[in-house]
């Protein structure tokens, strides 16, 4: 009941197209659903982040989509940059539990020239 | 600026050392956080304070200890370092209606 589910593990895109990373979680407690972005040699960083009161939240180039019925969200990066090659998490917390992050896997991103 | 810095950035040390890895944050966050994670992959949590005198394990069984004196400062000791605590360490912080916030984590390697 704990676990985010991340997929895919690693995705090439062309320079320009869409990245789309995937998360499904199970706890229907979880209300807050935050995605870091993280280059090698640095810490993860906060990218942008959503709540379950609305579908879907756009900044700039990253919009995160989110399904409360199916229990799933995802990271949408329009116009991928290769700038933008990195190692992607999503995660979720509840309040209740001090909003501790349970992340999910990871997904390395790597965008073609 | 406020940040969260964590020294030294890497360690190359023998088996059977004492080693602590120093977490420092001028952010004033009552928050901190140890994670352990192998290069690109998951994060998991070892150790976590929410104010001074609180320490907590986290999910991740660990053999380090941490310890909180003061505010600002968050250091994880491993008494007698294994080849198996070869990973990298990120300490992080949160404050109120804040999100977490990462240091650019220690890179330790136990040989």
């Known amino acids: 009941q704990q676990q985010v589910k991340q997929s895919p593990q690693s995705l090439i895109v062309q320079k320009g197209g869409i990245s789309i990373i995937n998360c499904a979680y199970e706890?229907?407690?979880?209300?807050?659903f935050p995605w870091y972005q993280q280059f090698p040699g640095k810490g993860p960083a906060l990218l942008i982040a959503i709540r379950p009161d609305v579908s879907e939240k756009k900044e700039g180039r990253f919009t995160i989509s989110f399904n409360k019925s199916a229990k799933q969200f995802s990271l949408h990066i329009m116009d991928s940059q290769p700038g933008d090659s990195a190692t992607y998490f999503c995660a979720a917390s509840k309040r209740d539990s001090n909003y501790q992050l349970i992340w999910g896997a990871g997904t390395k991103l790597i965008i073609k020239p | 600026e406020a940040d969260i810095y964590q020294t030294p950035r890497y360690l190359v040390i023998g088996t059977g050392k004492k080693i602590t890895l120093e977490c420092s944050q001028t952010m004033g966050h009552d928050k901190m956080y140890w994670y352990q994670q192998d290069p690109g992959m998951e994060l998991h949590l070892i150790h976590y304070s929410y104010g001074v005198n609180s320490t907590e394990k986290g999910d991740l069984s660990s053999e380090s200890t941490v310890s909180r004196i003061r505010t600002e400062h968050f250091p994880l000791t491993l008494e007698s370092a294994r080849p198996s605590h070869t990973s990298q360490y990120l300490c992080a912080t949160r404050g109120p209606n804040s999100p977490l916030h990462f240091g650019n984590g220690t890179r330790l390697t136990v040989t």
């Open positions: 706890n229907t407690a979880f209300d807050y």
